[in-house]
Structure formats: C-alpha cells, structure tokens
Nanobody
Framework: QAQLVESGGGLVQPGGSLRLSCAAP????????MAWYRQAPGKERELVAD???????NYKDPVKGRFTISRDNAKNTLYLQMDSLKPEDTAVYYC????????WGQGAQVIVSS
C-alpha cells in the first residue's frame, strides 16, 4: 500500500530552523504536484506550500519568505526547509499529493517554543 513517511520534526526555539523530509511512493512521485500541509492543535489541516514536478513553487502567505519547498525526483523525496520559525508554526506537518490524495502519514511534529 502506498505510504507517505514524514520525518525531521522536533522542538526548536523561535527564530530557529528545521528541515522536514517526506518519502513518497516512487511510481507516482515524479508525475504529480506535491504539497506540505500542517494542522495546529484545535485547527483544521491547511496547505502550506506546493511544488510541481518541474519545480515551480507556491507558498501560503504565513510562510512566504521563511519556508522553502523542494523535491528530489530521483530520491522520491519532498523537503521543507523552515527558517525564522515562529510559535504559530507549531503544528503537525504532513505531505501529500493534492491531485492524487493518498492516505495521510503519521506527520512530523514541530514545536516552536522558548
């Protein structure tokens, strides 16, 4: 069964950085847009950023200029570099294909706190 596996979360102080990774099924990875989502406590899951197979990116306003989404089609891996982290970035981060949704993975917990 196709799986998404997120990793790289942790506890970081405000202003710090983290890099998330997402391992995705190789048979479809290179053909579809991939995206990072996040779900903060008590809130709905929301889109953070997405990237086309050719590398064109799109970011939601709260993370523009601070987060960088990238992908390695040879490794079937999606990345999210998160810099200048804020407490409001605290959430569980998930990856998925917006146009070919798979079952959600376990997510990567990110806690931004001093």
């Amino acid at each position: 069964q196709a799986q998404l596996v997120e990793s790289g979360g942790g506890l970081v102080q405000p202003g710090g950085s983290l890099r998330l990774s997402c391992a995705a099924p190789g048979n479809i990875f290179r053909y579809y847009i991939m995206a990072w989502y996040r779900q903060a406590p008590g809130k709905e899951r929301e889109l953070v950023a997405d990237i086309t197979p050719s590398g064109r990116t799109n970011y939601k306003d709260p993370v523009k200029g601070r987060f960088t989404i990238s992908r390695d089609n040879a490794k079937n891996t999606l990345y999210l570099q998160m810099d200048s982290l804020k407490p409001e970035d605290t959430a569980v981060y998930y990856c998925n294909f917006p146009n070919r949704r798979l079952a959600w993975g376990q997510g990567a917990q990110v806690i931004v706190s001093s």
